[in-house]
Structures are given as structure tokens and as C-alpha cells.
């Protein structure tokens, strides 16, 4: 598979909030079957069936058939992969944010002391 | 529709008008965003911003600012290829909101919305998931230790 189209699948199957929250309940409960699912979401237990096979095309679940049901559970490896591209953005913005906060309050404490300073004749250095 | 939404604020000690300063003049951006930014703050004004500028591979992506209420609202269209118009599939929106918060003091706050709507063609998408990738890997456990509470392994 090429890398590209492997992140793409990834991607989307992480972009649908019924999926994120399949992938919740079975990391919560280690492992769970459609039936077991459709008890706590508010969707069929077909549309479920239909994203834990998607789950696993991606990767994200491996399936096991014991008798009628198939039992999921949660690769791991792969969801930390997943939540990394969610998250990611959030943690770059952190950084961001963390940066503007310090030279906004670099630059009004400049300002602060430009004018304390402005009585006394000292010429102050300018930061915005 | 938003489902990959990221919002994120914080308090700034310093008044609404310096923070707005910081996030919207050029030579300011330089300093906590791209390595060169052209980007005026009003509303339909295209420009560019530059990451990685000392290397080989510069990687250029077009902004368009959407809104600009000063001092209260920033927000603009971004990632999409340079030269190209801004749309909701080959961009993400970004708007900041800053709030007074008594005196001298800003909540500022983050919304950048979309993601899930990028309709990349593959080369640009696969830059832009390298480009996450770098800090999945630093990030990798505590991005599991989000998403999953209780469920992650100690180092």
C-alpha cells in the first residue's frame, strides 16, 4: 500500500464522529461485537457493522468471528498513529498561542516602562 | 461537517490591542508563525506565508483573511496552493477571537476549522501529513493519553 492513500484512508476514517466514538467504546471495554456497540449508540446496528469493517480496512480494529458475532478490538499502535493527526494541529496552535502570549506581554511591559519612562528624559528600546 | 474543529485559548497579560498587534503585523507573524508572512488585516486581502524558509524545500501556502475586526476578530483561509483562490475544499478556516478580560489582560482564543474538508491532491496531502507527522511521533503518547483517558502506557 502507498503511503499516501494509507494516510488518506486513515485520515478519513478518523474524520467521522460515529467511528471516534466506536473507537472510544472499544478501547473503554478492550474489546466489543456490533451487537454489544449498537446498545450504547444511538445508530443501527448495521450502520455500525458497516464503520467496524471500514475500521478495519484502515487498520484502526482487528476483527475475530467467534460464532454469529465478530469480536473487535483496538490496534493500538495504529490509533496512537490516528489521534497524532487529530491532535497534532491542536499541540502546534499550543505552541503558537504559548509564543504570542510571550511577546504580547514582552511588548506591553516594554510599553509600560516607555511610558514610566517618559518623565525621566531615558530614551527606551522600542520590542513591537 | 466540522468534524476535525481544534480550539484552543489562552490568558495574555497584556491589553486586547497588543495581542491583536502580535497575531496580525507581518514582522510580528515571522515571529510565531511562518519564517516570512505578506499578509495585510483586511477582510479579502490574499497574501502568502513561508515555513522553512533556509532549506532547500520552502514550503509557500496562501492565506486570505476573511475577517478582521480589530481588535476582536482575525480570521483567514489557509494551506492552500499559492496563486490559487481560496475555497472551503482547499483550505482551512482560522479565527481568532480576543477578548478583554479586565485590565490589561486578553482571553485569546483559537478555532481552526475544516481540516476534514481538505481536498488535497495527493502530493499536497502527503506534505501536509509529513508535515503532522514530525510531531506525532514526539507527541505519540500523550495524543493517545487524549484521546483515550486511562488507556495509555507508561513510559
Not at chain 2, 60 to 71: E, L, M, N, S, Y
Not at chain 2, 82 to 104: I, K, Q, W, Y
Not at chain 2, 109 to 133: A, I, P, T
Request: net charge negative; no cysteine; hydrophobic share 35%.
Amino acid at each position: 500500500m502507498n503511503p499516501s492513500s494509507d494516510d488518506d484512508d486513515l485520515w478519513e476514517a478518523m474524520a467521522d464522529p460515529t467511528r471516534r466514538k466506536l473507537l472510544d467504546l472499544l478501547v473503554a471495554h478492550g474489546h466489543a461485537t456490533a451487537t454489544t456497540l449498537t446498545a450504547e449508540m444511538p445508530v443501527s446496528r448495521q450502520a455500525i457493522s458497516k464503520h467496524l469493517l471500514l475500521l478495519q480496512r484502515v487498520g484502526l480494529v482487528d476483527g475475530q468471528r467467534q460464532g454469529r458475532e465478530v469480536r473487535y478490538e483496538v490496534r493500538e499502535q495504529r490509533l496512537a498513529e490516528a489521534t497524532g493527526a487529530l491532535s497534532e494541529v491542536a499541540n502546534r496552535w499550543d505552541r503558537r498561542l504559548r509564543t504570542i502570549k510571550q511577546l504580547a506581554e514582552q511588548a506591553h511591559a516594554a510599553d509600560r516602562s516607555k511610558s514610566a519612562d517618559s518623565g525621566g528624559g531615558h530614551s527606551p528600546r522600542t520590542t513591537l | 461537517m466540522d468534524n476535525y474543529t481544534i480550539e484552543r485559548e489562552i490568558e495574555i497579560e497584556a491589553p486586547v490591542e497588543v495581542v491583536w498587534r502580535t497575531i496580525t503585523e507581518p514582522q510580528l507573524i515571522r515571529t510565531w508563525f511562518s519564517d516570512a508572512a505578506e499578509i495585510e488585516a483586511r477582510p479579502g486581502a490574499v497574501g502568502s506565508l513561508t515555513f522553512r524558509a533556509d532549506t532547500d524545500a520552502p514550503n509557500v501556502v496562501g492565506i486570505t483573511v476573511v475577517a478582521a475586526d480589530r481588535p476582536h476578530r482575525f480570521s483567514y483561509r489557509w494551506v492552500y496552493p499559492p496563486g490559487e483562490r481560496a475555497t472551503e475544499a482547499n483550505s482551512t478556516l482560522v479565527t481568532f477571537t480576543l477578548v478583554a478580560d479586565g485590565e490589561g489582560r486578553t482571553r485569546l482564543r483559537v478555532v481552526e476549522s475544516g481540516l476534514e474538508q481538505m481536498d488535497m491532491g495527493d502530493d499536497e496531502k502527503q506534505k501536509f501529513l509529513e508535515q503532522h507527522r514530525h510531531g506525532w511521533q514526539v507527541q505519540g503518547d500523550r495524543l493517545r493519553d487524549l484521546f483515550a483517558p486511562g488507556h495509555a502506557s507508561s513510559p
